[in-house]
Structure formats: C-alpha cells, structure tokens
C-alpha cells in the first residue's frame, strides 16, 4: 500500500489531507525529524536522502518527495475528487499557487523553525509572511477557498503552513480573511480526518 513518511503538524499534513479528500488507501509512517529515523531506529535517509518529510512510498517501491509533487500526484490518481484540474488553464494556476505556497510561504516560515535564527531576522521573517498573507488575504476576501467553492490541493497546503502562525505566535488579527478561511478550511471533513490521524487540534 501507499506509504506516507510524515510528523505530526508538519508539511506532511497537506499530502495527508490529499489522500483524505482522495479517498485513496495509505499507510502512514512517523518519522523522527531531530534524528532522521523511522519508528523501527532505523534510518530515514534510506526512505528519503533529503531527510526530509512528506516522502510518498508507491505500491511499486517508488519514492516520490515535495509536497507539490505528491499532491499533483495524489490529485492525479483521484481525478473524481477534482483537487487539481486535469488540464488547461485551471490547472496551471494551481500548480502557480502550489508553487507559490512551497517556495514563499511554507519555506517563509523557514528561518523561524531554526533556534539560531536571531530575533532582528525572525522578526523580518514575519514581516516578510505578513506580505504573502496580504495578498492570500485579498484572494480569500470573498470567502470560499483559493480556487473557488470547494477544498482543493492548493488549500490542504495553505492550511498546513498557516497552522504555524500560532506556533510562532503571529498574530493574523490584521488578515481576517485568513483567521476565516483558516477556520473554514479546518471544518472541512478531510481536513478533520487527517487532524485526527496526527492527533492535532485545528
Ligand atoms: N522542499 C520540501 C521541504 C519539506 C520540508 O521543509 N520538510 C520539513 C518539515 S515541514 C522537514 O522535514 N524538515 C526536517 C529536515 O529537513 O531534516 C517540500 O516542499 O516538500
């Protein structure tokens, strides 16, 4: 079966909610990311040479890895649960968001994981996200997801890195777009089930 490496409030969450909202079979592995192993003690850099998660284990042995890769790959096995167009222009502007989320917000939040980090740097990390969280925000003023009326990939990743803002304390007040939509996308079924698959709160 499908095998997803993952840590629980991780990037990981967002190929998890794909496979949700896919209704595709998956196992789940918990990988230990301050020692780069496996349940087992045995060494994930075996599974995935980046050391990092998602890494997504296919039914031939496959690995495939980066959060917008697997989604387009989970969307593209599930082509009923519509996550990502199939072709043509609507999906090219998923595939902008995808990209867009992967290399300005999700790796935005990068400088505040690390401990060195010094706090002048964090603090112009925030101000950096509160950018990309002004126009998201400006997309989402009028409710509903990024792409329309229904969840889609680009939305289990947004979801996933938002979540970080309170692990960070970044008070999204002055985003109410965003407070909503955050709220919104997190009473979404799929979302619920892979929450509670990582035991996490919304
Ligand atoms: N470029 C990768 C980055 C994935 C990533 O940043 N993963 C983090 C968790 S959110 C991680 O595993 N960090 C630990 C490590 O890289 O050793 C992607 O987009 O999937």
């Given at each position: 079966?499908?095998t997803?490496?993952?840590?629980?409030?991780a990037?990981?969450?967002?190929?998890?909610?794909?496979?949700h909202?896919a209704?595709?079979?998956h196992?789940?592995?918990?990988?230990?990311?301050?020692?780069?192993?496996l349940?087992?003690?045995?060494?994930?850099?075996?599974?995935?040479?980046?050391?990092a998660?998602p890494a997504?284990?296919?039914?031939?042995g496959d690995?495939?890895?980066e959060?917008?890769?697997?989604?387009?790959?989970?969307?593209?096995?599930?082509?009923?649960?519509?996550?990502?167009?199939?072709?043509?222009?609507?999906r090219?502007?998923?595939?902008?968001?995808?990209?867009?989320?992967?290399?300005?917000?999700?790796?935005?939040?990068?400088?505040?994981?690390?401990?060195?980090t010094?706090?002048?740097?964090?603090?112009?990390?925030?101000?950096?996200l509160?950018?990309?969280?002004?126009?998201l925000?400006?997309?989402?003023?009028?409710?509903?997801?990024?792409?329309?009326?229904r969840?889609?990939?680009?939305?289990?990743?947004?979801?996933t890195?938002?979540?970080?803002?309170?692990?960070f304390?970044?008070?999204?007040?002055?985003?109410?777009?965003i407070?909503?939509?955050?709220?919104?996308?997190?009473?979404?079924?799929?979302?619920?089930?892979?929450?509670d698959?990582e035991?996490?709160?919304?």
């Amino acid at each position: 079966m499908t095998t997803l490496y993952q840590a629980p409030g991780a990037c990981s969450l967002a190929p998890l909610i794909a496979l949700h909202a896919a209704g595709l079979p998956h196992d789940t592995a918990k990988v230990d990311l301050r020692a780069h192993q496996l349940a087992d003690g045995s060494d994930y850099y075996a599974v995935n040479p980046k050391g990092a998660v998602p890494a997504l284990k296919l039914d031939n042995g496959d690995v495939l890895t980066e959060n917008a890769v697997l989604l387009q790959y989970i969307a593209d096995h599930a082509p009923n649960a519509r996550l990502i167009p199939a072709s043509g222009i609507d999906r090219y502007r998923q595939l902008e968001l995808l990209n867009y989320i992967a290399t300005e917000v999700h790796k935005g939040f990068g400088p505040l994981f690390n401990p060195a980090t010094p706090p002048d740097v964090r603090s112009a990390a925030v101000d950096n996200l509160g950018k990309k969280f002004t126009f998201l925000a400006k997309r989402l003023d009028g409710g509903g997801f990024l792409c329309g009326d229904r969840l889609t990939a680009a939305d289990a990743y947004l979801f996933t890195v938002l979540r970080w803002a309170d692990l960070f304390k970044i008070d999204l007040s002055p985003w109410p777009a965003i407070v909503a939509y955050r709220e919104r996308v997190g009473n979404e079924p799929p979302v619920k089930a892979a929450l509670d698959e990582e035991s996490l709160g919304r």
